[in-house]
T-cell receptor
């Protein structure tokens, strides 16, 4: 089964960039990399996804290693509202519905 | 866009009682998911509907759990009889499955406590 490895927790100062790493060494050629996050007392929230090249959206950037066995979610300026658990989802083929949520990385943002 | 709406937000019930959780997906979405979250097991997929038809219910823990989707705008998850080990946060999510990447949109969940 596809797996991901993330640190259990990370800390960041407010308004500084945050780099959240994820290893997904079992990724297949057409699998997409997805990130979700879960704010306290809320449901998970989609953040970003990518296949091969780096991706940007209004929430974050996704940097994908050349061999695709790892990726990094980048929050350019962390705010207190970004304190959440960030899930790197085991890579999935397009159209697959089987999102598997591991333990994720709990990000704390220090004012 | 109101998002995925779940009710009730909190439910406290006694062991043996029937519990019904409700979900209204985002209008136009054709896929609906029920997840359960506990500290021990994290987020688990219980059941997946596509176009109102259950496609994968392999995550439903046992016969006490049942889910229905009578139309595109409503789904229920029922537990009968409920047990203390069913205590968890239950999330409903919807998406527009088109064969490409379709982000899931989650509701804010129902926190179920069975005493």
């Amino acid at each position: 089964d596809a797996k991901t490895t993330q640190p259990n927790s990370m800390e960041s100062n407010e308004e500084e960039p945050v780099h959240l790493p994820c290893n997904h060494s079992t990724i297949s050629g057409t699998d997409y990399i997805h990130w979700y996050r879960q704010l306290p007392s809320q449901g998970p929230e989609y953040v970003i996804h990518g296949l091969t090249s780096n991706v940007n959206n209004r929430m974050a950037s996704l940097a994908i290693a050349e061999d695709r066995k790892s990726s990094t979610l980048i929050l350019h300026r962390a705010t207190l509202r970004d304190a959440a658990v960030y899930y790197c989802i085991p890579p999935l083929a397009a159209g697959s519905y089987q999102l598997t949520f591991g333990k994720g990385t709990k990000l704390s943002v220090i004012p | 866009d109101a998002g995925v709406i779940q009710s009730p937000r909190h439910e406290v019930t006694e062991m043996g009682q029937e519990v019904t959780l409700r979900c209204k997906p985002i209008s136009g979405h054709n896929s609906l998911f029920w997840y359960r979250q506990t500290m021990m097991r994290g987020l688990e997929l219980l059941i997946y509907f596509n176009n109102n038809v259950p496609i994968d219910d392999s995550g439903m823990p046992e016969d006490r759990f049942s889910a229905k989707m009578p139309n595109a705008s409503f789904s229920t998850l029922k537990i009968q009889p409920s047990e203390p080990r069913d205590s968890a946060v239950y999330f409903c999510a919807s998406s527009l499955q088109t064969g490409t990447i379709s982000p899931l949109h989650f509701g804010n969940g129902t926190r179920l406590t069975v005493t």
